[in-house]
T-cell receptor, first 114, second 116 residues
Framework: AQSVAQPEDQVNVAEGNPLTVKCTYS??????LFWYVQYPNRGLQFLLK??????LVKGSYGFEAEFNKSQTSFHLKKPSALVSDSALYFC????????????FGTGTRLQVFP | KAGVTQTPRYLIKTRGQQVTLSCSPI?????VSWYQQTPGQGLQFLFE???????NKGNFPGRFSGRQFSNSRSEMNVSTLELGDSALYLC???????????????FGEGSRLTVL
């Protein structure tokens, strides 16, 4: 069965510093991986996805993610954090290619301090 | 282009009642799926509909049901509400064609249900 793990409940970073939010996955077959962000009392906003191709994926708001097949990881990164990046981040994997069902990680709360 | 619209945004019910939540997908999207979000269980998949057919169902009791209409709008219903049903219910749509789908889901703002 497909699964994703986000090992950190919370990540704290100072504004202007680089940030990394970790995600590891377990899939059978080709992984379809996604990152979403959730602000308080809001729905999920799509940041980026990896389907195939380049291992470095660029997404919205300056975020990028690196797909590493040997380490089964898909870490979310940003070179310079903003206070406004503070939110809840979810990594997800598509259950099967023919379905929309996503399996989400438990989420990582990112706190960016001024 | 309007996003995914969910109504109502907030509602309060008492145990034993039933509730119906509505979702209007992005225009042109034929696939709609529902998720339940709680602090304890996180994001859990409920159902997935495509062209009025349920394609996938999560591990929830039969009190949870859904449907999709010919205009792709979807509703979900929870009967005999329990305290544990208090959650944020999220609807998502995608531009999914038949077969393999590599697209992302677009989520609505959610319907926050409180059961007293």
């Amino acid at each position: 069965a497909q699964s994703v793990a986000q090992p950190e409940d919370q990540v704290n970073v100072a504004e202007g510093n680089p940030l990394t939010v970790k995600c590891t996955y377990s899939v059978s077959g080709n992984p379809y991986l996604f990152w979403y962000v959730q602000y308080p009392n809001r729905g999920l906003q799509f940041l980026l996805k990896y389907i195939t191709g380049d291992n470095l994926v660029k997404g919205s708001y300056g975020f990028e993610a690196e797909f590493n097949k040997s380490q089964t990881s898909f870490h979310l990164k940003k070179p310079s954090a903003l206070v406004s990046d503070s939110a809840l981040y979810f990594c997800a994997v598509r259950d099967r290619s023919e379905t929309d069902k996503l399996i989400f990680g438990t989420g990582t709360r990112l706190q960016v301090f001024p | 282009k309007a996003g995914v619209t969910q109504t109502p945004r907030y509602l309060i019910k008492t145990r034993g009642q039933q509730v119906t939540l509505s979702c209007s997908p992005i225009s042109g999207h034929r696939s709609v799926s529902w998720y339940q979000q709680t602090p304890g269980q996180g994001l859990q998949f409920l159902f997935e509909y495509f062209s009025e057919t349920q394609r996938n169902k999560g591990n929830f009791p039969g009190r949870f049901s859904g449907r999709q209409f010919s205009n792709s709008r979807s509703e979900m219903n929870v009967s005999t509400l329990e305290l544990g049903d208090s959650a944020l219910y999220l609807c998502a749509s995608s531009h999914r064609a038949a077969g393999t789908n590599t697209g992302e889901l677009f989520f609505g703002e959610g319907s926050r249900l409180t059961v007293l």
